[in-house]
Nanobody, 123 residues
Framework: QVRLTESGGGSVLTGGSLRLSCVASSSTFSMGWVRQAPAKEREVVAALASDGTIGYGDSMKGRVTISKDNAKNTLFLQMNSLEPEDTAMYYC????????????????????WGQGTQVTVSS
């Protein structure tokens, strides 16, 4: 069982930045960030696969960067130029599937999920 703990969410104004963090109890899985807002489809924001490949969803591409601190088993999502449309619950996720990042971006199939951290962007 993998435990994922997110932090870094909060309320910001349009154009602001946030950095989300996810501490994992295991470092052996591909990982990603997924967001979900009421009345909206689930959307994979970014994924970092176990083979090192990185993929980004279309909506936030160019405004986010996914990275990992291997020594601390911590995944990050740097978010810039935030917009009200980015308001959502952001979840850290991990998978045992050893495929490239594009698979996770397209499918959204993960095995483990954190509790989420709320991001609210106001105008």
């Amino acid at each position: 069982q993998v435990r994922l703990t997110e932090s870094g969410g909060g309320s910001v104004l349009t154009g602001g930045s946030l950095r989300l963090s996810c501490v994992a109890s295991s470092s052996t899985f591909s990982m990603g960030w997924v967001r979900q807002a009421p009345a909206k489809e689930r959307e994979v924001v970014a994924a970092l696969a176990s083979d090192g490949t990185i993929g980004y969803g279309d909506s936030m591409k160019g405004r986010v960067t996914i990275s990992k601190d291997n020594a601390k088993n911590t995944l990050f999502l740097q978010m810039n130029s935030l917009e009200p449309e980015d308001t959502a619950m952001y979840y850290c996720a991990a998978s045992e599937t050893r495929l490239k990042a594009a698979y996770f971006v397209n499918s959204g199939n993960f095995d483990y999920w954190g509790q989420g951290t709320q991001v609210t962007v106001s105008s």
